[in-house]
């Protein structure tokens, strides 16, 4: 800012005006400042090959490879020492240099990202004195009711929990203490909280803490402690107590799932990048059943932003893989921006199938005023907040107590504390089952809201609130003889719009798209509905004057977006997806309609309409039905015993039966089939509707794929159309294998092993070759007819021409063109010397990598010359400085011919003395 002290005043301008004009001038320049784009030192790069080859990489242009990124294979994390920790600019040249590595397939300079922590407000934090605030030690009592007692100094104020007042006719609606009764406490579990980290010394933690689940992501050590010197990092702590406080050794409070083990990741506190989101969310899946998180983009009713590719791939690979493929739980607050007017469809965390969006309800079941709504809400926990009675007891720091807690941050690690019982109760639960079970159980009947409406599945939803209020225990009586849900399906279709349709001010636009299901598709076909996802692309002039609904074919309307006044955006929709639950259980099939609604909030240009460019329909689900609705299903494929056969049956037939009838009331009873049957090694069989994943149809009959195939047109192995797990499909082979051979490369987004390009003996894509065949060899990404050693093949002319006397080899004519270079030159910026130039210094080759050579890198910038890559290893200086034990320093002239020196670039004064 010093430099506003060039500019001179004129005229009769007071001092005081001169200061509001530079007084604006500055705000108007921090304001750009904090909406520019802050770049950090981190690449996050994704390389086909190993660890190795990720290192050699690294050191070749000047990185630290930092490891790979949480459980996401052949994605690393590289750190540039040349490159600035935070800039507004990007380094565009390291990240072109290192793009023509062949082996490297996708690269990003890491972006900082705003983050915000879920609590509407500051909690208030006091210590309580354990040893005068005791109560009974924990007993059962023996009568029929049962009431549970604990001697930890919050229990009688968890009313979440359990009502200590039943004269006044409370009811603790969540049912937490009744799954307890049933033996459930989350033993068995594993919970870790992604936030500013955890008091893992806490007496209420230290019990539970599990440093498996725990790492500091900022930091990179295995302590996720948060102390600062303003104890500001307490979130995390609160969370942590919310889910797994131990129980009953007179401390703070009680977890909702006090036995289960917990740990947290500490990403929060620090520089928050795609990368560092990855990484927490695909910490060790293999070990952590659930994810927590209760933070998210910012909730000011203006931002519209989800997870980066980095994040999206963790939480895919969370779902696929984590939990030996049962799947990673991901539970996420649903946002706390409704003073603001803000809408949880613009946070693409909450608004992912992969999560567990959790809303808030008050003590008395109505809508806290920071609360949003939206259609990919699943449920809702209790929050704190208000009168004395509704608030609620939690963990904070320096082994203090918290009784002010509150916000969908209390919510959402509540609701990981009763997914923790139900896996207590059933550990084979899948991901989806989870989701599914939340769905089947929860409670509508406490919780106020205007919007509440049976969808055609028979469920009661809400926009507010989801499904309703989690019901502990009927989600462990659930999960005690739950059966899987049948394999997920994913049907993808365009909707028709032949030209982009304008949306006009005051109006709505309907567009209608008649979706079968992709009936067609066997391994897409959804006859019953889980999440629908509508993906659009919308250009308009002020995006929060937009709401946006979409109707199912039974009638079931879901607001997708709803206006938001302060977003002021002229960016419109690109490729959002919006999702709703509330169709949970329909039929797919039939008429989807979208609508936009453009409501003008103030005066604006209403000729430039704006437009919808296209919009894709996904509808996740199954094929077939999940549970029995309305009535029990026959459980075996086992013969009817003699008794039964007796007896004529004259109920009805199960729809899988044809005409000719059938013997029972199941699908293992029919005289004869509709589609298919399978048949099993008893010499019974059962109808279906399709043959199940691993089978293929053959005349009505369900047939074995071939062992590694998932699904098939054969029994064998060459009739492949898809693989089991750990398996590619060969493009043209038809055949599964675990590793692609020879001519082929990984297309890791379709799983297939697909061709490389003419002569390509190994390729990382089509076009991308790495390895030759024989009589060709790699001049750039492209195998070409072969030249000796020091020559090049020139495509023009067909011939092979000496490479620059600098190169050992080269991909073309000239200095610019080395791959490595020839005996006494060093590689510098691409190009082969005979010495470092001014400004560089000379690196010693690698021991470690068979091929390295001598590389000349850049000096500090304070340095003219130097024998290092630091500041204090300057050799020379520029003209005005002098150097002073290895470090350039300017003089600037004192008082009474004094003189002062300090370091240029770190600013550290020295005293003036006489010169």
Not at 745 to 764: G, I, M, P, Q, V
Request: with cysteine.
């Amino acid at each position: 800012m010093r430099h506003l002290g060039r500019f001179r005043v004129r005229g009769n301008l007071s001092n005081s005006a001169v200061m509001v004009c530079f007084f604006a001038l500055w705000m108007g320049m921090l304001f750009q400042l904090c909406h520019a784009s802050i770049y950090t030192n981190d690449w996050a790069v994704r390389i086909n090959g190993d660890r190795d080859s990720a290192n050699r990489i690294a050191e070749k242009y000047g990185f630290t490879n930092m490891g790979q990124i949480g459980d996401l294979k052949n994605y690393y994390s590289f750190r540039h020492s040349g490159t600035a920790q935070q800039s507004t600019v990007s380094n565009k040249e390291v990240t072109d240099r290192i793009t023509k590595e062949t082996k490297v397939e996708w690269l990003q300079q890491q972006v900082v990202l705003r983050r915000a922590k879920r609590n509407p407000r500051a909690s208030h934090i006091y210590s309580i004195d354990i040893k005068t605030k005791r109560t009974p030690t924990a007993h059962l009592q023996s009568n029929h009711t049962q009431t549970l007692y604990f001697n930890d100094p919050q229990w009688n104020s968890l009313w979440y929990i359990h009502c200590s007042d039943d004269s006044k006719g409370c009811q603790s609606h969540m049912n937490i203490e009744g799954a307890w009764r049933r033996g459930y406490t989350g033993k068995g579990v594993v919970v870790s909280v992604l936030d500013d980290g955890i008091e893992r010394e806490h007496p209420d933690l230290k019990p539970n803490y599990d440093p498996l689940a725990s790492y500091d992501v900022i930091g990179k050590d295995p302590d996720p402690s948060p102390y600062d010197s303003n104890n500001a990092n307490y979130h995390g702590t609160e969370c942590a107590g919310m889910v797994a406080a131990a129980a009953n050794n007179s401390q703070c409070t009680v977890g909702v799932s006090f036995h289960a083990r917990i740990g947290g990741i500490r990403m929060l506190d620090g520089d928050v990048t795609d990368m560092v989101e990855a990484q927490s969310l695909s910490f060790r899946p293999q070990h952590i059943d659930i994810y927590v998180a209760s933070w998210g983009p910012e909730d000011d009713g203006t931002t519209l932003e989800g997870p980066g590719l980095l994040a999206r791939l963790a939480l895919q690979n969370g779902i696929q893989t984590g939990r030996r493929g049962r799947g990673s739980v991901f539970v996420w607050a649903s946002g706390n921006g409704g003073r603001r007017g803000d809408h949880c469809s613009c946070d693409g965390y909450t608004n992912s199938i992969y999560t567990i969006s959790i809303s808030s309800s008050t003590r008395g079941g109505s809508k806290p005023d920071y609360l949003e709504q939206c259609s990919s809400t699943l449920a809702t926990a209790y929050t704190g907040g208000g009168v004395e009675s509704s608030r609620m007891a939690t963990l904070s720091l320096k082994q203090g107590c918290s009784r002010d807690h509150s916000g969908t941050s209390v919510s959402s690690p509540m609701a990981a504390g009763v997914i923790a019982l139900t896996l207590d109760a059933n550990p084979m639960l899948t991901w989806r089952d989870v989701q599914h079970i939340i769905v089947r159980t929860s409670k509508a009947h406490h919780l106020s809201a205007p919007d509440w409406h049976l969808n055609g599945a028979g469920f009661k939803v809400s926009h507010l609130y989801g499904f309703g209020l989690l019901d502990a225990e009927s989600m462990v009586k659930e999960a005690e003889q739950w059966r899987p849900v049948p394999t997920q399906r994913v049907c993808e279709e365009e909707a028709p719009i032949q030209l982009s349709r304008p949306i006009h001010p005051g109006s709505a636009l309907r567009s209608v798209h008649e979706s079968a299901g992709c009936s067609g598709e066997p391994l897409q076909h959804v006859v019953y509905v889980e999440h629908v996802v509508v993906r659009v692309t919308i250009v308009h002039g002020r995006r929060g004057d937009l709401s946006i609904t979409l109707t199912s074919p039974s009638g079931t309307v879901s607001q997708l977006l709803a206006n938001r006044p302060l977003d002021h955006s002229t960016d419109g929709f690109q490729n959002w997806e919006f999702m709703t639950t509330h169709c949970w259980g329909e039929e797919a099939a039939g008429e989807w309609s979208l609508e936009i609604q453009d409501t003008p909030s103030q005066k604006r240009n209403d000729t430039e309409l704006g437009t919808l460019e296209r919009w894709s329909l996904v509808v996740h689900g199954t094929s077939e039905q999940p549970y029995p609705m309305h009535r029990e299903q026959a459980r075996s494929a086992e013969m009817p015993v003699d008794s039964d056969l007796n007896e004529e049956y004259s109920g009805p037939c199960d729809p899988e039966c044809s005409d000719d009838g059938c013997e029972g009331p199941g699908p293992q009873h029919c005289v004869t089939c509709l589609h298919f049957f399978l048949k099993f090694k008893n010499n019974t069989r059962m109808c279906v509707s399709e043959c199940p994943e691993g089978f293929w149809g053959d005349r009505r009959r369900c047939k074995r794929c071939y062992s590694s195939c998932e699904s098939c047109t054969g029994s064998r192995s060459n009739q492949c159309t898809s693989c089991q797990p750990g398996y590619h499909l060969t493009e043209g082979a038809n055949t599964c294998t675990t590793s692609c051979g020879e001519n082929y490369f990984l297309d890791y987004d379709a799983n297939a092993c697909r061709k490389c390009s003419e002569n390509c003996l190994k390729c990382t894509s089509y076009s991308i070759c790495t390895e030759c065949r024989p009589g060709t060899s790699l001049q750039g990404n492209r195998c070409q007819r072969s030249c000796a050693p020091g020559f090049y093949h020139d495509k023009q002319e067909g011939t092979c021409k000496p490479c620059h006397k600098a190169c050992a080899t080269c991909a073309g004519a000239g200095v610019e063109a080395c791959n490595h270079c020839a005996e006494g030159y060093l590689m510098e910026e691409w190009r082969c010397v005979s010495s470092c130039s001014a400004g560089f210094y000379a690196t010693e080759p690698n021991p470690e990598i068979a091929d390295g050579h001598r590389i000349c890198r850049r000096c500090d910038a304070s340095c003219l010359t130097c024998v290092g890559p630091s500041w204090g290893n300057c050799s020379s200086c520029s003209s005005g400085h002098s150097l002073q034990e290895g470090v350039c320093v300017v003089s600037t002239v004192c008082v009474d011919g004094q003189s002062t020196k300090f370091f240029l670039y770190y600013m550290l004064t020295h005293c003036c003395r006489v010169s």
